[in-house]
């Protein structure tokens, strides 16, 4: 299967250059100094906006350092010294693949790519974390998006080939760059939201440290540079160009629709919504707007994680009567589906239409349908065991629907749809398909205070050459309260 691996690590490589390529030959446009708090969240179910005059105000600021200065030597040399310092860490603890030589590294050159046998969560979580820590190391000395993408895959490539006993792999070198490009300007911009250079204290202390988690790279920069590094515009109102909601519930989850046999437990979700998609036509950066929602699940003493997230690189957007507004673009998409019996990782590339129908003067729906190339994709599998493996390698496509619709002081309903077709490059050979369904219901309460339902489906449907085909299901129900901000 290393054929079809190579074709589609070669296209990979070809489509993330050719951003870069365009990005030199025009000049970036300045960020805009504006702030617009999310009102009411095309992806979330942020409260909502009385006068509906949000989307015309002026996007969120990019965060970025200092007009025109540019570290791309230093940027390479922290990228490297991430990899040193996390092998040294590896050798220290006697892990098996940092047992390196002269001759694991021609051999990794020899031999070339393949497909690994690590964890689900390694390859598709630890992996897109390393290559945030290459990506903010080139962002913090001012590398933009895309350059600083292509440090996450040279960082990538590094690691593989010299860094590792193991042969190097494809899906390594895809996910480690690609989820690192989102997971890293996620956390480089919500870092610069979290950091504050007049807080004293405690106040600093707890800054300090979660940006020292979320982007490391970032903060050990802004140690040595001091004001050389993110330099963010103050915020236009309150609270910063970030919305989003915060739930707490109980839920029950099982193979079937029955909920007295189903297992139950406690979930958190964090819905988080950066910038707005809609600002009056003026120009925009990469992830300047991009929804997350991060889902995290508790059932017999095991903890479940869930990521749901899309970031804007390029867009246009359109007006029409009747105060209808919409967004053509293109997303990059990140998705990590780690439950009981079903998971799902991957990273996609979707061409998208984000809609908002004013109906009446106190309902607005909101739609934003997608469609794209799932670039690398894995769901796991009954008859893969490969050391630590239990799932397939592919690419294939996805197709998404989120939906909301308000009713201001009535409630919110978000309908949200997502359908991955993998087509199987390493594995059992055959095709995985997997169906995500949720629906749910927040009425208003208190303040800012909303009480709610929620339903979930999941159905995988997999065919395979050589094996009987398979069919699985996990339902949930949930009840639970949030807080929107």
């Not at 951003?19 to 999310?38: I, S, T």
């Not at 190391?137 to 590792?164: D, K």
């Not at 629709?257 to 964090?270: C, K, Q, R, V, Y």
């Not at 105060?323 to 293109?330: A, C, E, R, S, T």
Request: aromatic share 16%.
């Amino acid at each position: 299967m290393r054929k079809p691996g190579t074709v589609l690590l070669a296209v990979f490589v070809l489509a993330l250059s050719l951003p870069a390529q365009l990005q030199r030959a025009a000049a970036e446009a300045p960020p805009e100094e504006g702030l617009w708090r999310a009102a009411v969240s095309d992806f979330s179910l942020a409260r909502p906006d009385p006068d509906g005059e949000a989307g015309k105000a002026a996007p969120a600021a990019s965060p970025g350092l200092a007009p025109g200065v540019r570290r791309p030597l230093v940027a390479a040399a922290e990228a490297a010294g991430v990899n040193v310092l996390i092998w040294m860490a590896a050798y220290l603890f006697d892990a098996q693949h940092a047992f390196i030589s002269e001759e694991t590294m021609t051999d990794n050159f020899k031999y070339w790519f393949e497909w690994d046998p690590n964890h689900f969560r390694t390859n598709f979580f630890a992996h897109p974390y390393h290559g945030s820590l290459y990506f903010n190391a080139a962002r913090a000395n001012g590398m933009n998006f895309w350059q600083s993408g292509l440090y996450s895959l040279g960082g990538s490539f590094m690691w593989e080939t010299v860094m590792e006993r193991h042969r190097p792999s494809f899906n390594d070198l895809i996910m480690t760059t690609t989820g690192g490009m989102f997971l890293g300007e996620a956390m480089f911009r919500y870092t610069a939201l979290i950091r504050n250079e007049n807080a004293r204290g405690l106040g600093r202390i707890w800054r300090g440290a979660v940006n020292l988690f979320l982007n490391p790279a970032g903060e050990l920069n802004r140690y040595i540079y001091g004001d050389q590094v993110s330099q963010p515009s103050a915020p236009a109102v309150p609270g910063g160009p970030l919305s989003g909601i915060i739930t707490l519930g109980g839920q029950a989850r099982g193979d079937n629709p029955d909920l007295g046999t189903n297992t139950t437990g406690p979930s958190a979700d964090f819905n988080l919504v950066y910038g707005t998609p809609f600002t009056g036509g003026k120009a925009r950066q990469p992830f300047d707007y991009f929804p997350v929602e991060f889902t995290l699940r508790f059932s017999d003493q095991t903890a479940y994680l869930t990521i749901y997230g899309y970031g804007l690189l390029f867009g246009k957007e359109f007006e029409a009567k009747g105060d209808q507004k919409y967004l053509l673009g293109l997303f990059q998409h990140y998705d990590y589906i780690n439950t009981e019996s079903i998971e799902l990782g991957g990273s996609s590339f979707c061409a998208g239409l984000v809609s908002r129908f004013q109906l009446s003067r106190t309902t607005r729906l909101s739609l934003t349908p997608q469609l794209g190339w799932l670039v690398l994709g894995a769901s796991n599998n009954e008859y893969v065991s490969v050391d630590k493996r239990d799932y397939n390698y592919g690419t294939g496509v996805t197709a998404k629907l989120d939906s909301v619709l308000d009713f201001q002081k009535y409630g919110n309903f978000l309908f949200r749809w997502g359908h991955y077709t993998i087509y199987v490059l390493e594995g059992a050979e055959g095709t995985e398909r997997l169906n995500v369904f949720l629906g749910e219901y927040r009425l208003p309460v208190w303040k800012q205070v909303m009480i709610g339902l929620q339903y979930s489906h999941y159905r995988r449907s997999s065919d395979y050459r050589d094996y009987p085909d398979v069919k699985k299901f996990l339902y949930g129900f949930r009840a639970q309260v949030s807080y929107a901000f």
